[in-house]
Structures are given as structure tokens and as C-alpha cells.
């Protein structure tokens, strides 16, 4: 597998390759200017959910994404939906690429999938890219705009972008809970424990909602685009598959589960997926403090949140480990996912019994 290090992409696995020149047709009788050669196809291999192509052209970049073969979530990887939430929220939150064209004509691509511009810029893995330095101020910097960009999204107007139907809206708290346990148990293997008393914990303690508004519902700081490495300004935020209406403080939980600190232990460091373990990045504890200041809005609980970040990262990744399982993906990511699910576990059993007397 040959790595492109300057934007991160690999060679198309065999399992998710397509035919460049359906595509290709198929795209140039709806976007200009893309000349008559089919694109040179890479893919980006960060995404455990659907799958997303760099289309080089010869004077310019679009990006492709389309769901994985194999088994689906059944509201998973709805192509039409994510299209449309980011077309309709450009106008109002200017953070997300420019939609061009969608497509749901199986012949193409065996089904739904979308094209939209590519932004320039840079993105935050695992570490920091070759020869690039963040002094401690920087990331403190960093972490603060990262935090007001979600506040930013928590503020749209829905009714504005249109999007007031996203989501069910009141009720949002008790259906995760109800709805992470059911995807959890359904994608259950042998070789990981139940989560009986996370799952039953969650649903005792439930708060009431602090509002209900516009989330991301994956907003992590590998799925922002910034504009360089010394201005480190947010200028676009991917991935809106799983946008809703929802509770914002639940939103929090589930990015912070992601959000792995320098003092966190061997097994979460080795869980990392973006750079937040370097000086002067804000501890969960500070991001949680940042954002209440920003927002207004009381935390109560933290517990109940954290957990139920960590419980639905568990749940996620049993999914992913169960296509693995099942064989509907060769993909060796997933191979040993279920083991950090009995991690997360036993994470979320500690913090509940923070709690107790």
C-alpha cells in the first residue's frame, strides 16, 4: 500500500474500488470544466463508517463519498440526508465544502453517493505532520477555537437553514440511551461483555435536556479542516452523516470520548486518533469549563455525559468489529476493535463509581 503523505490518502482497497470512468461520465455531464480523462482515484483511510475518494483532476480536487459494502445500521449511511444537510446549512454555518452533485442511480456506483469540492487546508491525526511544531500557546489557542466552533454550530437557526425536520428533537436524551443499547446488543460478539451496568446506569440517571438544537454528532477535531499550520484557524468542519437535532451536552460527551489527555493511561494513548495529548491542549475538563462559559448552560452531572460518550465510542466500534466479524469487511482496522470495547467498559464502570458514597 503505497501512502501519499501530503494529503494522507492510500491506494483504493480492492473491496471498495469502482469504476473511475462510470463515474467520471457521470459527473462531467453535471460539473464543468473536467476535461475528458477519468480522475486518478486515491481514498482516505481514516473513516470507520462510510467511505470517502480523492478524484484528481488535472486542474483541480473533488472529493467522493459513498456507504461501505456489507452490512448497514438501518438509519446509517444515508447518502441523500448528508448531502442535503450540508447544502442547506452552507449559507448559514459557511463550515462545510460546497456541495456538486448527487447521485443515486445504482448503475453508476451500485448506489447513493455524492461529490463536493475539497477543501485546502489542513487536518490533525494521530500526530503532527512532518516538521510541524505546536508550541503549548498554540495548542491552548487551538483548543479554545476548536470549543467556539462548536459553540457556533450550537447556535444555528434551524428553522433559517431549513433543517427545523432533521431530527425527532424533544426526547433526544432517553432515545440515545435506548437506541445505543439496542445497536450495542444487536452488534454483540461472544468475546465482549454485556455493559449491563453502564446500560442500565445510563438509563436510571438520564437528565432532563438543556435545549434541543443543530449538533454534529461526530465533531472531533480530525474531522476539522484548518487553514495552516501557524494561523490554525477552523475553516471547515466534514463528515455530517450523523447530524441531527439534539441535545448539545450530549454532543460534548460524545467528542470528549475521542479527546484523549497526556495523563490519560497506556490504553487510551493507544486509542488516539488526534493530537490532543500535547502541552497546552485543554484537558476534557477545561473544554466542558470553556464551553459552559460560551453557551450559558448548566453541566450538572458531567459523569452522565462522559459515560455515555464512552459507552456509544463502545458501541461504534462493536459494529464495526461485528462487519469484521461477520467477514462483510477485510478491512484490518476493525480486527482487534473488540478489545478496546472491553476497555471502554470497564472505563465507564470507574467513573460510575466516582459517584458513589
Known amino acids: 500500500m503505497s501512502i501519499n503523505n501530503a494529503d494522507g490518502t492510500v491506494d483504493v482497497r480492492a473491496e471498495d474500488a469502482f469504476d473511475a470512468a462510470a463515474v467520471h461520465e457521470w459527473l462531467a455531464a453535471r460539473v464543468e470544466g473536467l476535461g475528458t480523462e477519468p480522475p486518478r482515484v486515491r481514498q482516505f483511510p481514516g473513516g470507520a463508517s462510510n ?44 463550515y462545510v465544502p460546497k456541495m456538486l452533485a448527487f447521485g443515486d442511480d445504482p448503475a453508476v456506483l451500485g448506489g447513493d453517493f455524492y461529490v463536493m469540492e475539497k477543501l485546502d487546508g489542513l487536518i490533525l491525526r494521530g500526530n503532527l505532520p512532518d516538521g510541524m511544531t505546536l508550541a503549548p500557546e498554540q495548542a491552548r489557542e487551538l483548543s479554545g477555537k476548536v470549543v467556539d466552533r462548536l459553540v457556533d454550530l450550537h447556535a444555528v437557526d434551524v428553522e433559517r437553514a431549513g433543517l427545523s425536520d432533521l431530527g425527532k428533537g424533544a426526547g433526544y436524551v432517553e432515545r440515545q440511551i435506548r437506541g445505543w443499547s439496542d445497536r450495542f446488543t444487536a452488534a454483540r460478539t461472544d468475546n465482549v461483555g454485556d455493559f449491563a451496568e453502564v446500560r442500565e446506569w445510563l438509563a436510571a440517571n438520564q437528565p432532563p435536556e438543556v435545549k434541543i438544537c443543530l449538533i454534529h454528532n461526530d465533531y472531533r477535531l480530525d474531522n476539522l479542516v484548518l ?8 475553516i471547515g468542519v466534514l463528515d455530517w452523516e450523523m447530524a441531527t437535532l439534539g441535545d448539545p451536552l450530549m454532543e460534548l460527551g460524545s467528542m470528549l470520548a475521542y479527546w484523549v489527555e497526556a495523563g490519560d493511561d497506556d490504553v487510551m494513548q493507544a486509542s488516539r486518533r488526534q493530537p490532543t495529548h500535547l502541552p497546552g491542549v485543554f484537558t476534557r475538563e477545561e473544554f466542558v469549563a470553556r464551553y459552559a462559559e460560551k453557551t450559558g448552560l448548566a453541566i450538572g452531572d458531567w459523569r452522565f455525559y462522559e459515560v455515555y460518550g464512552l459507552f456509544r465510542l463502545a458501541a461504534v466500534l462493536q459494529q464495526l468489529y461485528r462487519r469484521y466479524h461477520d467477514g462483510a469487511t477485510r478491512n484490518p482496522a476493525f480486527k482487534d476493535f473488540w478489545q478496546f470495547v472491553g476497555y471502554l467498559d470497564w472505563r465507564c464502570r470507574e467513573i460510575i463509581a466516582k459517584g458513589r458514597v
Do not use: C, W
Not at 487553514?227 to 477552523?234: F, Q, R, V, W
Open 51 to 94: 467511505l470517502t475518494y480523492l478524484l484528481t483532476y488535472p486542474d483541480r480536487e473533488l472529493i467522493l463519498r459513498r456507504p461501505p459494502a456489507g452490512h448497514k445500521a438501518a438509519s446509517a449511511h444515508d447518502m441523500r440526508r448528508e448531502y442535503r444537510v450540508q447544502h442547506a446549512l452552507r449559507p448559514v454555518f459557511p
Open 227 to 234: 487553514d495552516g499550520p501557524s494561523t490554525l484557524n477552523i
